[in-house]
């Protein structure tokens, strides 16, 4: 179903999904996060000059107030890392100087903002439920602060290159549910705040972002490649759905697990735990021929980020952000071309009646 025009992004049978154009095989595992989070913000790749003021701005955003870090650390023990990140950027926007306004350039510094406190509030949230402080590193680009931030130790560079790929991949994909709902509450002229809100709470459910922490889950529990065939037969029998296979747009694959899938390969074979990519091209194989529908994204994702020593519950908010850069240009592309979205529904109810 069309639901509008976008100039974005592009997902084809043909050419696969393209950022602005670009293909997703050569964008995702060739640069940093920042430049593809530029693009989707700016239509072009940044120069030379434009990275080294993005990185800046970055920099200096991605400290969190002091308000934040109280907020935060009053959520009770046991509050999901998904409703933590909602919660999170929800009273962000309570420290956004911008917030009310959604003039184009007003939009693309919040778009800065969210883009360097999503992973800033991610990883405090985590410190904070080790027990331990927040620790921002400001000046290190995105996904090596990310990585440091979690574990305290500085990450190997081709850790760092994996969670860029990652993020990259991530980073963006037409309407899907999230940035439809995020393009939906934009389109009343509500803050990007209230639309990147609307947008985690879509992505939190295992249909869409949430796959990604169900598929490593269930990786696990599968535990090898000789079990994965009759796991799988067991669950198509109960009706279960099997978590990171299917997908609303592409029905022949997705276009992105190629090169997630050689990323698997590459760090499997890295760490010495070749296991996981196995599993995988089982369970594809197996639901290849027995349902006919082929792995999304979130199943190879979830063996990388398991390996990259990324905790599985923060696999979803890892996802929120690198979406972050796509949710935030399709505000700013929404508001700079307003119109309500306001889809009709088809009535299937009683025809008129009287109360008696
Ligand atoms: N496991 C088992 N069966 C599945 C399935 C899965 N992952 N995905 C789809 N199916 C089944 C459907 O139940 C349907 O069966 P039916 O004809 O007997 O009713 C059939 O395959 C066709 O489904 P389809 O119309 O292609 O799915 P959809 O477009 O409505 O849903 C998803 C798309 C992504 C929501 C769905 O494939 C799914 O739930 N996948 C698992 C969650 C996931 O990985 N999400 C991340 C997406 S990137």
Redo the contacts with the bound molecule.
Sequence with gaps: MIAGESAICGVDAVHGLRYYGYGIEELGPKIPFEDVAWLLLHGELPSESAKKQFATELAESAPLPDGMIKILKSLPKGTRAMDELRTGVSALSAFDPDVGHYDHEANLRKSTRLIARMTSVTTAEWRIRQGKEPEIKANLPLAARFLFELSGKKPHDYRVRALDTVLNLYAE?EF?ASTFAARVTASTLADMYSAVVAAIGALEG???????E??MLMLREIGSADKAEAWVKG??TR??????????VY?KG?SRVPVMRNLLAEIGKRVGQTNWLEICLELDRV?EAE?G?FA????YAAPVLMLLEIPTELNTPLFACGRIAGWCAHVTEQQDHNRIIRPRSIYTGPGPREIA
Excluded: T
């Design positions: 994909h899907n295992p249909l869409h972002g949430g796959a990604n169900q598929a669950r198509l009706r279960e759905k099997i978590m990171g296979f299917g997908h609303r029905k997705d639901m349902k529908l999304n994204l979130d199943l």
